[in-house]
C-alpha cells in the first residue's frame, strides 16, 4: 500500500527554530492504516499533529501528506489540503454559536457543497453518531462526550484521506472514550481512512496489533 | 436586544465618523462660498499717475483678477460745481487715475501687503489702499472659525476610531474560534470573513442612510425653517445627494479596513 504520511529528516521547532521540538525524525503511515503515537507530556505529541495539519511548518526535513510537503506547500494547496483531513481534537474546537448540524457539514460548506447536500450528510452524520435527535441543540447544551461525537462525525463528514485526533478521549469518561474509539476504528476498517492517533496512553479496548509510534528524546520511533 | 446592541456598538461610532465627514464637506461647501462671496465684496483702492489697465496690473501680482476704473468726473463732480468748463479740464487733466482691484481668491492679510508691495514697485502707482484692519478683523475671525470645526471634526473622527477599535477587539473576541475552526478545516479567507463581513457591511449601509437622513432633515426641514440668513442661504449645501456616495465609500473603507485587521489578527491557530 502507499504512503499516506511520509516524514524524513523532520524536525520541528518554535521560536524561530531555537526550541527544537522534533529533530530528525524518519516514519511512514499507509493509507488505512491504525497508527498511535504517544509519549510523555511535553514530548511533542501535539507538534507533530499540528505539522502533520500545516498549522507549524517544519524547520527542516520534509514532511508529506498526500504528495504535498507541508515544509514548502502554499496557502492555495494548504487550505486544499486540510479539506481532505479530518482533525478532532481533546478540547472538540465546536463553533459554539452553531447548532449540532452546522458544525457537522462544516468542511462540506467550506467544499461548496448544497444545501441540500448538507443536511442530507448531516441527517446521516448524526444518525452515525447516534446524535440525530440533537441536530438542532448547540454544543454547549451538550455533554462532553456528545461534543467529541459531534467532532467525529464533522471529521467524517467528507471522507477524509486522513483523520488526525489529538487526545481526543482527553476530557471524556470511559464510556464515551469507548464509543468514540468504535467510531474512529469503524471509520478506519469500514472507509479505508488513514487515522492517526496522538495520545498519552494507547486504550485497553484496542486488541488488534495497531501501529504504535512513540515520541522520546526529540526522535520518532516505531515500536514493535 | 444584544443582537441590536452589537450592531448599534459600530454603527454609532461609524455615524460620527461619517457625522464628521459630512459635515467637513457642508462645511467646506459654505466656507468657500462664504469666502467667494468675502473675496466679491472685496477691493483694493489704487491711484495711478498714468492708465492702466488689467493686463498692466496681473504683471505686477497673478491674484490680481478683475480692475475697474473709477470715472474721475465722478470724483471730482462736487468740487467743480460753478467752475468753468476749461478749469474743470485743467483739473481733470491734473487728477491721477482711481482703480478698484478685485483679487481671485481670499488672500491671507501677510498677501495682502505682499500684494500691495508689488503694486508700489511700479513708478506709475502712486497709492494703495488694502483697507487692510478691517480685511484682517474679518480674515481673523474667518479662519478662526474654519480651525474651530476642523478641530471638533477631528476630534470627533479620533474619539470615533478608538470606539471602532474596541468594537473591532469585541468582533475578535466574538468571531475568533469560528475563524480559527474554519481555517483548520480549509476555509479560504473569503469565507472565513464572510460572515463578519456581511454583519459589517450590513452596520455601514445603516450608518450612511441615518447619517444622510439627518442630514436631508437639517436641510429641508430645519434649516429652511430655521429663518437663519446664513442657513437659508446655504441649504443647498447643506446636503447633496453625492454625498450618499462619498459617504458609502468612506464607511466600507472602514469596514473593509476593520474586518480584515480583524481576520488577519485572528489568523493561525491557537497553541
Known sequence: ?224 | MKFIKNHLMFILPLMAILLGIEFYLVFDRTTNSYEKRLKEGYTMFVVTKTPMALADFQVLNSHIESVEAIDRKEVVGDIVKGISRNNTEKILKALPYFYNIGLNAYVKTSELESIKTDLKRENSIRKVETFGTAYSASYRLFTFIKFTLKLFIGFMGIVSIFLIIKQMEIWKYAHKRRMQVMEIFGAPLMLRSGILFKVAVIDAIVATLVTALIFLYLKFEWAAQSGIEIMVKNQENLFRMGDIGILLAAALVIVVVAVYSVVFSSSGVEE
Request: charge should be neutral; charged fraction near 20%; aromatic fraction near 8%.
Open chain 1, 1 to 224: 500500500m502507499s504512503n499516506v504520511i511520509h516524514a524524513s529528516k523532520l524536525t520541528l521547532a518554535y521560536d524561530n527554530g531555537r526550541k527544537e521540538i522534533i529533530k530528525n525524525a524518519n516514519f511512514s503511515i499507509r493509507k488505512g492504516e491504525f497508527v498511535f503515537i504517544t509519549g510523555p507530556s511535553g514530548s511533542g505529541k501535539s507538534t507533530l499533529l499540528k505539522a502533520l495539519y500545516g498549522a507549524l511548518k517544519p524547520t527542516g526535513g520534509s514532511l508529506i501528506i498526500g504528495g504535498l510537503d507541508v515544509a514548502t506547500i502554499s496557502t492555495g494547496k494548504l487550505q486544499e489540503l486540510r479539506t481532505h483531513l479530518g482533525i478532532i481534537f481533546q478540547d472538540y474546537k465546536l463553533v459554539n454559536e452553531w447548532t449540532v448540524a452546522k458544525n457537522v457539514v462544516l468542511p462540506l460548506m467550506i467544499a461548496g457543497y448544497s444545501v441540500d447536500v448538507q443536511n442530507t450528510q448531516a441527517q446521516r452524520l448524526l444518525k452515525h453518531v447516534k446524535l440525530s435527535e440533537h441536530a438542532d441543540k448547540f454544543p454547549l447544551e451538550l455533554s462532553g462526550g456528545e461534543q467529541q461525537r459531534v467532532g467525529v462525525a464533522r471529521a467524517l463528514a467528507k471522507n477524509p484521506v486522513v483523520i488526525l485526533a489529538d487526545e481526543p478521549t482527553g476530557n471524556l469518561d470511559d464510556y464515551s472514550s469507548n464509543v468514540i474509539w468504535d467510531l474512529m476504528e469503524n471509520a478506519c476498517q469500514q472507509l479505508e481512512t488513514t487515522v492517526l492517533v496522538v495520545t498519552h496512553k494507547i486504550p485497553t479496548i484496542f486488541s488488534l496489533p495497531y501501529r504504535h509510534f512513540i515520541i522520546e528524546s526529540k526522535g520518532v520511533y516505531e515500536v514493535h
